[in-house]
């Protein structure tokens, strides 16, 4: 049983028992846990599990998905709160348990030896170390692929925007303009007419007729206009969008406008141990329980990684859930191996 000192955010020292594993072996340092990915959904992982006196690594990239974003809103006590004032709030406290957090990537991840033992995990960082993990939780989150329209990339996370939860009441009453990139970017269209009357509807790349007689009449009843053609570029002017351009010259004045990026998951160390995925319209996702626990014996998974709509209120829980589950396993893993010793 290892003692170790642990420096809170007051700066004063506080003992605890760690009851990790620690130490070395052929695949390098040990830990109980490793989360791979260190926003909303991995920090609140490892706080749990610092918690709960396993030694715990984070691993982070530093690719938040809502890093253009200079708020979020919704998250009780957070609300307006900065993703990076948020992100280094968490980082402060979980070192306050004694987690480790170590910038870089994981570029690997192999299991030690075959079956559903408690063999536990290698796993390769990208400045060529390894480390060993009796559990690993996925918290790699997604990747946001934007419209390739000029001006949009530019001005996203500001005028630009793709969930109306997230920024609508900061920018309410005035006029939206949402940009299709698919049949179903009608809904988006309905869902921010709750926060302006004065929404206009650009089909972009969609034909007219992709709509249903189901998808007008709502849209005439929720009081958007359907605007077809293609969209040129966005029109910005004192650095704020003041319209949108066809490619036929004409501009339409806007003040915002919602687009519907394209997810793609970071499933990559998934796929790898071979967890079970499930395709949805927004890519493929693994197949999780209820705690985050994917098909691969002692894999969990949480935050954007298991969806793309998770928010960082969702993502903030749904490491918790994993973590407590973890700390579950873990000692009853324990504990069944000392009674057969």
């Not at 998250?75 to 992100?87: E, H, I, K, Q």
């Not at 996370?157 to 009441?169: A, I, K, M, S």
């Not at 995925?277 to 927004?282: I, K």
């Amino acid at each position: 049983m290892e003692v170790v000192t642990m420096t809170g955010k007051s700066g004063k020292t506080r003992g605890g028992r760690a009851h990790g594993t620690g130490g070395t072996d052929g695949t390098g340092t040990g830990y109980d846990v490793v989360v791979v990915g260190g926003g909303a959904a991995g920090l609140s992982a490892a706080l749990v599990l610092g918690r709960a006196r396993l030694r715990t690594l984070v691993v982070d990239a530093g690719e938040p998905r809502n890093a253009p974003s200079s708020h979020m809103q919704g998250y009780l006590s957070r609300d307006g709160m900065s993703p990076a004032a948020f992100l280094a709030a968490g980082r402060e406290e979980i070192a306050g348990y004694g987690v480790e957090l170590l910038t870089g990537r994981v570029t690997d991840v192999t299991r030690n030896g075959a079956g559903t033992g408690d063999a536990g995990f290698a796993v390769l960082l990208d400045d060529g170390r390894a480390v060993r993990a009796r559990r690993l939780i996925v918290a790699t989150g997604l990747k946001d692929e934007l419209p390739a329209v000029p001006g949009v990339a530019e001005r996203f996370g500001r005028d630009v925007l793709h969930c109306p939860f997230c920024h609508g009441w900061e920018v309410r009453d005035q006029p939206f303009g949402v940009l299709a990139s698919s049949a179903m970017s009608v809904h988006q269209a309905l869902m921010v007419s709750r926060w302006s009357k004065d929404v206009t509807f650009f089909l972009h790349t969609v034909a007219e007729e992709e709509l249903s007689d189901q998808d007008l009449r709502r849209l005439a009843a929720a009081g958007a206009g359907v605007v077809p053609g293609e969209v040129a570029e966005l029109v910005v002017e004192d650095d704020r969008l003041t319209g949108v351009r066809l490619t036929d010259g004409s501009v339409h004045a806007r003040s915002v406008l919602y687009v519907g990026p394209r997810p793609v998951p970071r499933t990559g160390l998934l796929e790898r141990l071979g967890a079970e995925l499930s395709e949805t319209p927004f890519g493929a996702y693994p197949v999780v329980d209820p705690t985050g626990l994917t098909s691969v014996p002692g894999v969990w998974a949480a935050g954007n990684a298991v969806g793309f709509a998770e928010q960082v209120v969702h993502a903030a829980s749904g490491g918790y859930r994993a973590a407590a589950s973890i700390v579950g396993d873990l000692l009853m893993a324990d504990l069944d191996a000392a009674v057969t010793a």
